[in-house]
């Protein structure tokens, strides 16, 4: 009696090793190479045209625009500058400048607002992320949140999703 429970307990634990086996954690296999910049300057605004359109821009309040952050999509043809006070808080306004080869082709909205972030850029798009203050919120800690996906369309900037916020 006793050798048919080891038996049926040597069984049970095999079966449970395996099957543990096949759904267990794997470790991460590596991360894809980075896909390698195929724009050349050529293809983007010349710094004299950037800064030409940055200085268009109304000017802040206070202090004056100084760049933050800039980028392109995989294909070329939009380039983006984000822009910022140069004596910012975490509620100063900010803008981002849209390119198309070395035409500046506008800003996503007419004024400047905070909380803005360029997060993402596929193939042929631009993906700014917007924030804004709720009535209940903390100063610096917004709560309303959403983004707008932007692309080239036929030499002009084109918004693929209603522009969110107040």
Known sequence: MRSIGYSSAIVLLSASALLTAGCGWSPKGP?????ADKCTPADGPAQNVVTASVYALPA?????????GSGH???CALYWVQVGQNNSTPDSLQQVVFFNKNTMIGTPTPNARPYITVTASAPDSVTVQYQWQQPKDQPGMPTGIGSVRFTVDGGALKALDPIPGP
């Open 60 to 68: 802040p309040p206070s202090g004056k625009w100084t760049q933050m």
């Open 73 to 75: 999509t995989a294909n």
């Open 31 to 35: 991360d894809p190479e980075p896909q």
